[in-house]
């Protein structure tokens, strides 16, 4: 596939777009998720990292209408960045957010658990900072953002990362986690949010006990953030993932979409 290379408005680096171009109109028959029609365009982008590392491979999605707007990092769960993932994207988009996936395997896909495990504990949060931060740079640098209203979200091992760079970036507006394996805990970390936070479990999560949640929120309140937690009873890990017939809770994750759009409405929307 050709690729056209392109620079940054802002000198932060530059980024190739895979110039192949597709309109989408989805209809959705889901449980979950009320039946919607909507145009966007998505594409395939590599970003190149602004820290001198690999380029960063991604999915986009975006509503194919003028003007700039609010953007969101979707970060993917420990399989990779598997079409699930991409189907979030779309989500988003169809509510008015420049949607950007990033894939921090470089192209790999677990397959099994220990596949899965293997690939997240190759990602430290210390490398997924840098690519997000080349994520970051790339939303500020297209016309089609408004650069002060750029949310991260995640899922899993996803929510861990974007935890993880809630802590480290004052460049995010707003932040939604859920089911974040690995919870930042400590306080010094904690205080350097600055962007309001959503986080999300459920009450039933084998990885992360919601009296731990209950904790992290109390410590975010004492501190002086903006932080709420909610916890869906009867529902355990990834019961947003409707891939997942035995995790998946249709009921819970409604809700939960429900109060993520009005979240981010709240914090990226004019």
């Given at each position: 596939m050709?690729?056209?290379e ?14 192949f171009?597709?309109?989408?109109i989805i ?9 919607s029609?909507f145009?966007m365009i ?8 602004i820290h ?7 999915y ?28 979030i994207a779309d ?12 894939d921090?395997?470089g192209?790999?896909?677990?397959t ?10 190759s ?13 970051v ?13 750029i ?6 091992f996803?929510?861990?990362?974007s935890?993880?760079?809630?802590c480290?970036?004052?460049?995010i ?6 089911y974040?394996?690995?919870p930042?805990?400590?306080e ?39 932080a ?9 890990h990834?019961?947003f993932?409707?891939q ?6 249709p ?20």
């Amino acid at each position: 596939m050709d690729f056209a290379e392109q620079k940054s408005g802002n000198g932060r680096g530059t980024f190739r777009i895979a110039k192949f171009r597709r309109l989408l109109i989805i209809f959705r028959k889901d449980r979950a998720f009320p039946p919607s029609e909507f145009l966007m365009i998505t594409e395939t982008i590599t970003i190149d990292s602004i820290h001198g590392g690999k380029p960063i491979g991604a999915y986009l999605s975006r509503p194919d209408t003028p003007g700039n707007g609010p953007a969101l990092i979707v970060i993917h769960e420990w399989w990779g960045l598997v079409p699930h993932i991409k189907d979030i994207a779309d989500r988003y988009a169809s509510q008015g957010y420049v949607t950007v996936a990033p894939d921090l395997y470089g192209g790999a896909v677990g397959t099994s658990p220990e596949e899965a495990s293997k690939l997240s504990s190759s990602v430290t949060p210390e490398i997924s900072k840098k690519m997000l931060d080349s994520v970051v740079s790339y939303l500020s640098s297209v016309k089609f953002v408004n650069p002060e209203r750029i949310g991260i979200t995640g899922f899993c091992f996803g929510g861990t990362h974007s935890f993880n760079y809630l802590c480290e970036s004052d460049r995010i507006a707003a932040g939604v986690l859920f089911y974040a394996t690995q919870p930042v805990r400590a306080e010094e970390k904690l205080a350097k949010i600055t962007a309001p936070v959503l986080i999300i479990y459920g009450d039933q999560d084998y990885r992360v006990r919601q009296e731990v949640a209950r904790e992290i929120e109390g410590k975010l309140k004492r501190l002086g953030k903006n932080a709420q937690l909610v916890i869906y009873p009867g529902c355990g890990h990834a019961f947003f993932n409707d891939q997942n017939k035995q995790a998946y809770r249709p009921e819970a994750s409604r809700d939960a979409w429900e109060k993520t759009l009005a979240f981010f409405a709240k914090y990226l929307k004019p």
